[in-house]
């Protein structure tokens, strides 16, 4: 019964070791725009035992902040801008872009971001992003943003940076329902209060496994050491 019991408390300390690296994680990006938070839970696959840790991506959309900077862009509810990368198109859900010195439209790492026909570049003086992605520069249509979704939101990968792997699921999300918002930017859906509050909760249940854990060291030394000896 003591050596059951230790393999079921290590298995716990190993679920809060990891819990604590995802939710510390999410703190440190809280001020991240646009950053969405991993969350970890208990699967139980079917044929086994025990539960095992399942790390999802949480892409419930976060708060849209007003920056009035006409390059800055948010999506509102779902969807993902599309981004050319050295690895392939990504997605990012939007942020502070800008225009490089080609006149490119680029996110922030100069990664050129993708309309209906390619990059998007843009030159003119006055820079308008409608609602349902199309550009007008000096009020003449100069493209239409890339807005895509997926079938499978548990297949959406991070790459680090903002970006996201598409799945095979991937399509274009219909016009009608596409909602970008110029001159905002979304940000993070994590509560760092509520997620420092986890960590204090986790840190403690992890001491408490701890101390279960010696406890029942202790008892099966003494069924070895004492017990076995009558």
Do not use: C
Not at 24 to 32: D, G, H, L, Q, R
Request: proline share 4%.
């Amino acid at each position: 019964m003591p050596l059951r019991g230790i393999i079921n408390t290590a298995r716990s300390l190993s679920f809060y070791t990891k819990l604590q690296e995802v939710t510390a994680n999410n703190v440190a990006n809280a001020n991240t725009d646009g950053f969405k938070a991993d969350r970890l839970a208990g699967h139980q696959i079917p044929g086994t035992e025990h539960a095992v840790p399942v790390q999802k991506i949480d892409l419930e959309p976060g708060r849209l902040r007003d920056t009035g900077r006409p390059l800055d862009i948010a999506l509102d509810g779902v969807g993902f801008l599309v981004v050319q990368t050295d690895g392939g198109e990504r997605w990012t859900r939007g942020g502070s872009l800008r225009l490089d010195g080609a006149g490119r439209l680029t996110d922030a790492h100069g990664n050129s971001i993708l309309g209906v026909g390619g990059p998007v570049v843009l030159s003119g003086s006055k820079i308008e992003v409608k609602s349902d992605g199309s550009i007008l520069v000096d009020d003449a249509l100069a493209g239409t943003l890339r807005v895509e979704t997926t079938e499978n939101s548990t297949a959406v990968k991070k790459e680090g940076a903002g970006r996201f792997i598409p799945d095979a699921s991937r399509r274009a999300l219909e016009t009608e329902t596409v909602n970008l918002r110029q001159g905002a930017v979304e940000e993070p859906n994590v509560d760092p209060l509520l997620s420092m509050v986890d960590l204090i909760t986790i840190q403690r249940a992890y001491q408490s496994s701890m101390d279960a854990l010696r406890a029942l060291d202790g008892a099966l030394a003494t069924v070895t050491n004492e017990i076995g000896r009558v």
